[in-house]
Every structure is written in C-alpha cells, then in structure tokens.
C-alpha cells in the first residue's frame, strides 16, 4: 500500500494547489494501492469519493504543500474510515459482563480468549473463560492450558455437551462465582456454514451478552468485507478483534469492517504471546497505513521501560533527526528489555515485515551493535559523522570491538539511514541524503 501511495504524492510535486484535474492521477494510484492492499471494492470507491470531495473543496492552506494536504486528507478519510475513535469494551451496569467470541477457524479465537482474560486482570477485573468449542479435544486443552498461563479458571464440560448448554452453566457458574467477566470461545469452521449460524446463535440467545466480538484474522483482506456482514446480519456483532497485525497483512481488513457493519475494531493481536493485545487506535492504523510507521505505539511502548524523559527525547530526535549512537544504544537495550523484538521492529517506519527468523537475526545483530557502539568515544557516539569521515576511527572501532571494518561501516551506514527513514516520516515529503563514507 505504502508505495503505491508514494508515487500517488510524487505526482503532485511542484503543483501549486489541489484542483479537480490534478487529483485524477494520484487519486487513481490511491485507489490502486487500497485495490492491491485488499481492501473491498465498494469501500474503495466510498473512499475515494469521499477524499476527492475534501480535496477539491478545500482551500489552499499557506504553507502547506499541495502533496502534504492530500496526505492529510487522505489521513484523516481513513481516522474516519475506521471509526475515528478508539471503541472501548462495553461492560454490564449489572452481573457479569459476557463477551461471546466468535470466528472462523485458525484466526485466533482461542488464544484472543486467553490474551483478554488477561488484558481484563490487568485492569481489575476478574475474569472466567468457557471452552465452547467441543469438536476437538485439543481445543478444550489449548484453552485450559492458556487459562493457567494467565492464571484465569476456566470452565468446561468435556465435548459431549452442546455449545449453548456449556454456555448456560458456564454463566451460572460465573454468576456464582461473582466474576466480572466471562469470556466465551467457541468454534470456528474454515468457512461460513450454517451449522455454525445457528449454533452461534444458539449460544447468544442463552448468554445474552454484552459484547459479541467477530476475530478477524488482518489476513483476510478482500473477504473481510464478506465476512464481517455475514456476521453481522445473521447473528449481530457488537464489534470485531483484527488478530495477526503483527504478521505480512496488507490492512485491507483493518479499513472494511466498520464501513460494512458499522461496528468497529475494538482491540487488535499483535503476536502470540498473551500481552500481545491492545486498544485499536485509528490515527495509528492510519498512519501505519500510509507508511509512517507507528510512531506513537512505538514511543508509548518505550515508555513502559524508559524514563517518561527519555522518551519525550527520544521523540524529539525522531522528530529532528539528530538520532545518534547514544539514542541508538538506549533504544536497542530497551527493546532487549521490552523482550518481543517482532512488535517493536513493525513499528519502526520501512521495517513492516518481520517473521520469527528475522527477529532472531535481528537479536543478534543488535549484539554485534551494542559491542561496536561500546568501542566508541562519548564524541563519536553523539557526532556520527566523524565515523563517516574517518576510516582511521572507524578501523579502531573494528578492533577494539573485534568486529570487520564493513560491519562498522554497515552500521554507521544504517544510522544515517534511519535518520532519513525519520526525517523523511516527520517531513512527509523531505528527502534526507545519507552521506558516502570516505576511504
Ligand atoms: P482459533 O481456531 O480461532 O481458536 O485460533 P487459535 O487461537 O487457535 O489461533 C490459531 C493460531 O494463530 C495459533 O497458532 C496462534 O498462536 C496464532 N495467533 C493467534 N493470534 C495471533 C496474533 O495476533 N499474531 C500471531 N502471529 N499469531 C497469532
Ligand atoms: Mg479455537
């Protein structure tokens, strides 16, 4: 999506002011990168639509490039697109609050559950699961065992009994228990059938819950659309759960579930372990979307293990690039720290996709980093540009961290280069230049 963006941008270079004519092109590459990105037909003609009227009306803002004002407009179509607001989970006024999970199979209903019940505990709340999904043994297992993991009870009744009938005496357990909130799992089939309508809805009627939440693998792109209507119509959602955000997706999901059903995206999966959930918040996706990275996410992530300073400084020097080997060196310890390397390397601007390998990779490379970092003088560190200069500075690097001369260059390198990748992301349009090493 992002670089079919790009070169919609590029195209309005040099205009002076957005007009009905000079719109055509880029919105037709708007429109190919959301076609491309699987976000359905019809929402993308909504969307286009929309941007072109913003675009066209709006009037010529001093200072503001015509470029950058389309990445606005088109920023915030999307905010809007995806509800604009984050959408909080509903709880009862009275008696335990029940969200009933619900989803095709393999998208993460099980282990949403789970990360939920946990997500919840954080907050205050004391939570129950239900194993409804009695087709395969392992289900219940898997369920069981992630209820320990998080340290949450969980209610079953082995596969004999019906999905609505462990749903009933899952409640009335809860209700005695006097938990805060009983989350439901139940099964999914590869596709929509009606056997699993209808036990869905069997499920609903005895629970009457209070949120009833689709898991939408971010995956699925085009069918999303499909999907999340179906849904809604035959058994009525109360909102949806985007899970694998944190895999190779191309966010069509992301913008089609609350344009066709009018429920939004609560809260997404960013991985499989059990902290791995969070709030959906549009203004990120969005900018995720149109390749700014998830600066905010990423800052707000930082913050949980840096000094609440060290953060808003950190932000500034994303801001103005003046990114050096200290920030560098403060930044890789406290991703060591934060433990998952895959969420917080997918919020860094151009590194979208990363697979368990890379992250091992990237571990161990932040390694060899730190040992080359270590080897340089407090100057060095915070005026990277002398190692650019310098060779000679550079060898002695290379031997007193017992590494290659090409590794230091390398990294000096990929300093320079993320100063631009940042300069470029405040700056939208900027280009930053990445200095040549001398000899
Ligand atoms: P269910 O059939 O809908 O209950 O799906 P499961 O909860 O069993 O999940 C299917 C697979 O997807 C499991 O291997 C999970 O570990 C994995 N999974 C679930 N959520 C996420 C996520 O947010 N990110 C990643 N990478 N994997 C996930
Ligand atoms: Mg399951």
Redesign the pocket.
């Known amino acids: 999506l992002t670089s079919g963006l790009e070169s919609a941008w590029k195209k309005l270079k040099g205009e002076e002011v957005l007009t009905k004519e000079n719109i055509v092109e880029p919105m037709r590459d708007i429109r190919r990168a959301l076609l491309e990105a699987d976000v359905s037909l019809p929402v993308v003609r909504r969307f286009v639509q929309a941007v072109s009227d913003q675009a066209v009306g709006v009037g010529l803002i001093r200072g503001v490039k015509p470029d950058q004002q389309l990445v606005k407009i088109v920023n915030e179509e999307l905010v809007k697109l995806m509800g604009g607001e984050v959408s909080e989970l509903v709880f009862a006024k009275s008696g335990p609050t029940v969200i009933l ?1 619900a ?13 939920l019940a946990y997500y919840l505990k954080k907050q205050g709340k004391s939570c129950m699961l239900v194993a409804g ?1 009695v087709y395969r043994p392992a ?1 219940i297992d ?1 369920l069981v065992i ?1 209820g320990e993991q998080v340290d949450v009870p969980v209610y079953t009744e082995g596969t004999e009994v019906k999905p609505s009938e462990i749903a009933r005496q899952g409640l009335t357990e809860a209700k005695k228990k006097k938990v805060d909130v009983v989350i439901v ?1 139940t ?2 089939r590869l596709q929509i059938d009606k056997g699993m309508m209808d036990e869905l809805k069997d499920v609903k009627r005895v629970l009457n819950p209070t949120e009833v939440l689709l ?1 939408v ?2 995956m699925t792109g085009q069918e999303a659309a499909a999907l999340v209507t179906t849904f809604n119509i035959e058994i009525g959602i109360t909102g949806a759960i985007l ?5 190779d997706s191309r966010g069509g999901a992301a913008l089609s579930v609350k344009e066709v059903s009018g429920k939004p995206i609560k809260l ?5 372990r059990m902290e ?2 969070e709030p959906f918040y549009p203004d990120r996706m969005a900018g995720r979307i149109l390749g700014m990275g998830d600066v905010l996410s990423f800052v707000e992530k930082a913050q949980e293990v840096m000094q609440q300073e060290d953060a808003e400084e950190l932000q500034k020097k994303i801001m103005s690039a003046k990114f050096d080997f200290n920030d560098f060196l403060k930044q890789t310890r406290s991703v060591a720290r934060m433990g998952s390397m ?1 969420r917080v390397l997918g919020m860094i601007p151009g590194m979208g996709k990363v697979t368990p390998a890379q992250v091992r990779e990237a571990e161990k490379s932040l390694k060899i980093m730190e040992g080359m970092i270590e080897a340089m003088t407090p100057e060095e560190r915070e005026k990277p540009e002398l190692l650019a200069e310098s060779p000679i500075r550079r060898k002695r690097i290379a031997q007193d961290s017992g590494k290659t001369e090409q590794q230091v260059s390398q990294l000096v390198a990929q300093l320079f280069q993320m100063r631009v990748r940042m300069k470029n992301l405040m700056g939208v349009m900027e280009g930053g230049s990445i200095p040549a090493l001398s000899n």
């Open positions: 999970l989803g095709l199979q393999g998208v993460g209903k099980t282990t949403v559950s789970a990360k999904d289900a898997q992630l799992d099964a999914g898991v693998d971010a899970t694998k955000l944190d895999g997404v999966g960013r991985g499989e791995d959930l895959t």
